[in-house]
Every structure is written in structure tokens, then in C-alpha cells.
């Protein structure tokens, strides 16, 4: 529930309707002692030209996003792929999904 709350309210401040998205991933790394908050969002979504993009957003949980990076991709199926290696990444770096 509170996965879907968080993801809502990215979407609310990109301005994009919950139905247009695809594949939407989310991790987060939470390590109070040290004060670390971090959270990293993949979104994959269609533009107005009907091609797919794969927004990538990063930050401080609770906070807007302190890094967008806009990937065009062929297909929702490459994206997949993306996400693994992303996955596999942030995993590395402890942070969990």
C-alpha cells in the first residue's frame, strides 16, 4: 500500500495518469545511523509520439526527485532488460526493492 502511495505521488509531480505507465520499479536504501533516505525509480512510460521513454529518478525519500534522466527505448521489452541490469546494480550498492 505504501509502495503504490509513493508511486502515486511521483506521478503526481510528473503530471502523468497512473494508466499511460508500464513498468514502474522502485528501491530504496535505509540507513538511519548514518542518515541515508535514498530512493531510485524506474518508470516506463509512452510519449505523445507513441515512442517509450524509461525515466529514471533519484533522490531523498519523501523529497522531488533530485535526478531525472530521460532514456528513449524500441521497446517495453528492451526496457525489461534495462531494469534487470538496474536491478543487479542496486542491489551491489544495498539498496533493496
Do not use: F
Not at 509513493?6 to 505507465?21: A, D, F, V
Amino acid at each position: 500500500m505504501t509502495t503504490s502511495l509513493r508511486i502515486g505521488n511521483l506521478l503526481s509531480i510528473l503530471q502523468i495518469p497512473l494508466s499511460l505507465t508500464g513498468l514502474v520499479r522502485d528501491w530504496q536504501k535505509i540507513q538511519p545511523d548514518a542518515n541515508v533516505y535514498h530512493y531510485y525509480r524506474l518508470l516506463l512510460q509512452q510519449n505523445l509520439s507513441v515512442e517509450w521513454e524509461l525515466i529514471r529518478s533519484c533522490g531523498r525519500i519523501g523529497q522531488r526527485p533530485t535526478r531525472m534522466v530521460i532514456q528513449a527505448v524500441i521497446s517495453p521489452d528492451i526496457a525489461e532488460m534495462v531494469a534487470a541490469d538496474v536491478d543487479r546494480l542496486r542491489c551491489r550498492r544495498g539498496m533493496c526493492r
